[in-house]
């Protein structure tokens, strides 16, 4: 895999926003399989659905790219690459409207030149749960319990 096509879509992801989600057809193979913790989505048409709710509901919501490498797989041609990252969000229910940062990774599998798998791996308590009022204080106390 060319190391290009990586780093265009580590330049979408860091420009990504409410206005400019056709990015993600120069990225993203029409069959996409989409998935993380909390959502599961088939196809690009779904895919767009999925980012336009995503910046619809938050003030603003960044990517910050840490690593990244490629494996390959000479004989069978399957290319996957990894991608760690750091999101820097900031919603208006959650954290009194402060920011959130929640580290986590991609995993991307590719059909020549676009990304026909995509699945993101975070801790969804860092990202969701923890902010949530009352429910928050809950999940703090149950981390504190199983930590001591």
């Known amino acids: 895999m060319d190391k290009a096509i990586l ?19 120069e990225i993203y193979h029409p ?21 336009k709710n995503l910046y619809a ?6 990517f910050v790219i840490e690593d990244s490498y490629v494996t390959e ?7 996957t690459a990894f991608i760690y990252w750091t999101m820097q969000y900031r919603h208006p229910k959650l954290n009194k409207g402060q ?3 929640v580290a986590g990774h991609s995993r991307l ?8 798998n995509h699945r993101d791996y975070f801790d969804v308590g860092a990202m969701l749960y ?12 149950i981390d ?5």
């Open 109 to 116: 599998k590719f059909a020549g030149d676009k990304i026909i």
């Open 130 to 141: 923890r902010h949530i009022p009352v429910l928050g204080s809950a999940v703090k106390f």
């Open 31 to 51: 069959d996409i399989h989409f998935a993380d913790p909390l959502h599961a989505v088939n196809g690009l048409g779904e895919l767009r659905e999925y980012f």
């Open 144 to 148: 504190k319990r199983a930590s001591a």
């Open 73 to 79: 797989n000479t004989q069978s041609n399957d290319d």
């Open 7 to 25: 780093d265009r879509f580590i330049d979408v992801y860091q420009t990504l926003n409410k206005d400019n989600l056709q990015l993600l057809d």
């Open 99 to 101: 920011a959130i940062s």
């Open 57 to 62: 509901n938050v003030i603003s919501c960044e």
